[in-house]
Every structure is written in structure tokens, then in C-alpha cells.
């Protein structure tokens, strides 16, 4: 018995995603164990649709580094997958969350969302997010430039195509099947810029992407005019809000990153790459040192201000805006992302802010490198791929054990279905604390850290 190289991981993480978690190239989010209540496996299925997208990208990741056909007959799975979910709801352009067999009795319905569509018996899940749609765009952007076939970029094309078009015609807006919008379905340029940015830089990733397999001029005028005249690129600066991290939304910071990506890869004007650069600086390391201005005359703090005052009495504003103030005054190591160590964030702060991770407590290879099963996997599940695969596990945290207030290394943390958006300050656990339980999760968030960061050549093949 061995233990597990960082490749080997990979491997073992690989397998047992197709194994548990794929149904004919949707993949499954979150894996529910029998119980008395419903004695049969079953799946958690609110994320399916970004988290297939998710996996096409990283699985064209893998082809482009290892240019094996198996490989790249993943992606094309995957990408059936994602075709499936963008036309099984019966209206046009109206994306699933997710779908499962009807004749397939082993089904847990875990929220109200679910339709039925006879003709292709089968049930989807609904009220579709722009989350959702982050991880789709991000998987066409990334199969079509690595993977795709000639078949499969006119596949992505069309899909895209009808995706973004039944937003623009929608007023900007995701509309459910009953014609309302979505609850996070809201992609309108003047209501992003006074109240999330996020969802507008969203929108300039889609445009951006669209003109990218489509090479069609409307949306290079589109993306054009809402990133300049409407001033979104430069609003893009603050998509993450300087709130301390340890109340950030971890979810948002990993749909950022999958936004901010594409753009950076893709954008050619100078001045728009240089606003999406400052962006990325401030997610990395905080606004302490940027002086942003934004075109509305707010800085990122006087725009959060705003932002918390609709949620908040003049009390608790004026507590708050004390609070961050000071925080980000005294406490410089924990100025945005980095200190995590989180490899999708720390490789792409080195590969375009030349960042050698300073002062970052445990770096993103150690995070791989230390990244424990049992985060994942219950002890019987663990014990299998031993056997199979031929390894040991050790669940003693290898990492150094770092003070409360800062974020807890990888191996120290609870199990989570995503160590990605799981809060590293909350999330601490002590000896013993991760026992088995109803709920299994994929390892797609190692996978997506690995094969970015051997793409960008920063891990080799034999670590």
C-alpha cells in the first residue's frame, strides 16, 4: 500500500465520478444514502447544470494537457450532457437545474421546484439561476477552445445561442416556464450596477463567449456596448465586495473566478483587459492599496454601504460600516482570497499577477497535495477504492494547525459537497469530526483545482 500522489488522486476522484455520480453525462451533485425514509440512493440535484458545466471545462483541461482520446471522449459526454438540460424543459431557451428518469423509482425530491415532461419521461428541476448558467457558459467556452469536435462547437454554438438569446429577448431576465422571473434570474444592466454587480459581469462573460463560437457581430456589438457605454467592465472592479472574508460568499467567489476566466483569456482591448486585471488584483488581496473610483462617483466601500443600507436600520449601517472600516485597517493578511489557499484562485492570482503566494499559510499545492478523502467520502466508501486502487488513507491532518481566526488548511475542515464554497473560517473541525453520515459528495472541486494548475503547467505529472 501506497500513499495517494497528487495525479493518483485525481484518478481516484475521476473514477468515482462517473462511477456515483453521472447519468448520461449530467452529472450529480450531491449523493443521499438509504435511510428508513427512503431506503435507496438518491441524489441531491439543485447544482446539476452548473456542476456539468463545471466538469466539461475541467475535462478539457485534461485534453488539452493530455491529449488522450479517452479524454476527450469525456468532454463529448459531458457536452451531451449539457445538451440534454438545455432542451428538456419544452420552452425554448429555458435551461434544467437538473432531470431524472420517471421510471426510475429511486427519487428524493429535496425542494418544490420539480416539472414533469411526459414526452420524454422524465422530471427537471426548475427556477433556474445564473449560477446555473455560469457553469454551462464556462463548460461551451472551455470545450469548444480545447476538446470539441466540428459537430459538437456547432452543437455549443446553437445552444449558446438560444440560451443568450432567450435572455436578451426576455428583457434581460431568465423567465420560468410559468413566465415569471426566476429568483436569480436577473441579468438587467441598471439593476446589476445599483444593486450586484456580479450578475452584470456575468452577462459580459456570456456576450463575450458567444461571440467566441459563434463569431457573430451582434454579440461583439453587444458585449461592446455594455462593457463601455454602460460602463460594466468598469464596474466589474468590484464584483467583489470588501467584505471581511469571513462573511463572504464563497459560492460567488467560485461563479467569479469561472467569470472572470473566459474574459481574461479572451479580451483584446487594452483598457478592458487592465479593468478586469484591477479586479482580479482586489479579489486576490482586498482594496487597501487600489483607489478605485467607480463611474457612479462611489468607492467599493461607500458601494457596499449602499448595498447593506437597503437590508439594514441606521444602527446596525453604522456598526457595520465601523466593523469593515477597521477590519481591513488592522488586519492586512486577510485583504481578499489568497491567504486561503484555494487552487482555483491562487493559480490564476500566479499565472496573471505573477503572485508567489507570500504569506499564505498553506499554498495551493499543499491544499491538493493535503486534500482528504473523508471530506468527501464516508469510511466504507474510502475503505473500497483502498483496495482497488491500492492505497492507504491516513485522515490525520498533515497541514500545521493555524490560529482560530484564520482559515482552517483543507484537511482540518468539516465534509462539505464543496471545499471550494465551503467558509474556511467556519468550517474548522477537530479530531474525529467528520463522521460518516446520509450525505457522499463528488470530488469535483480537486479535480477542477488539479487539472487548472497542471494545465497552467505549475504541477507535473509526478507529483
Sequence with gaps: MSQLTMRKKAEVFEYD??????????????????????????YNMPDDAYMTGMMAAVFS???????DPADKDTVSLL?????????????????????????????????????????????????????????????????????ANEEEKAMIAADVCELLDTILENDYRILDQNGSMTTWGNYRVKDNIENDHLHGFLLLQHLKIAEF???????????????IDENMAAYSVTTWLPVPPHFSNHSDNVMHIMERLPLLEMEENPALKALYLQ???????????????????????????????????????????????DFWEKDKIYHGVRVMGTPIYNFVFQKYLNDNEEGVPVKAKDTLRYFPLDIKWNS??????EEKFGFTFDPTPQTPEL????????DRRLKDWSAFVQNPYRARCGEGEKPDGVMEYNGHDYLFGYWLGRLYGFIDENE
Design 79 to 147: 457536452l451531451r450532457g449539457m445538451h440534454k438540460l438545455c432542451h428538456i424543459t419544452g420552452k425554448k431557451g429555458l435551461l434544467a437545474r437538473a432531470w431524472w428518469p420517471l421510471d426510475n423509482p429511486n427519487f428524493y425530491a429535496a425542494e418544490d421546484r420539480w416539472q414533469v415532461n411526459e414526452e420524454l419521461n422524465l422530471r427537471w428541476n426548475g427556477d433556474v439561476s445564473v449560477d446555473q448558467m455560469d457553469g454551462m457558459f464556462f463548460g461551451f467556452y472551455y470545450a469548444y477552445k480545447y476538446a
Design 61 to 67: 483541461f485534461k485534453y488539452a494537457v493530455t491529449k
Design 17 to 42: 465520478l462517473f462511477t456515483r455520480f453521472n447519468l448520461e453525462g449530467q452529472i450529480l451533485c450531491k449523493l443521499r444514502n438509504a435511510t428508513p425514509e427512503a431506503p435507496f440512493i438518491s
Design 213 to 227: 463560437v459563434t463569431g457573430d457581430p451582434k454579440y461583439t456589438e453587444l458585449y461592446r456596448k455594455t462593457a
Design 380 to 385: 466504507d466508501t474510502i475503505q473500497k477504492y
Design 279 to 325: 479586479g482580479l488584483r482586489t479579489f486576490a488581496s482586498g482594496y487597501n492599496d487600489e483607489d478605485i473610483v467607480l463611474p457612479n462617483g462611489n468607492t467599493p466601500y461607500e458601494f457596499m454601504e449602499r448595498l447593506a443600507a437597503a437590508h439594514m436600520t441606521p444602527e446596525q449601517l453604522q456598526l457595520a460600516t465601523l466593523f469593515v472600516r
Design 403 to 410: 490560529p482560530e481566526e484564520m482559515p482552517a488548511p483543507i
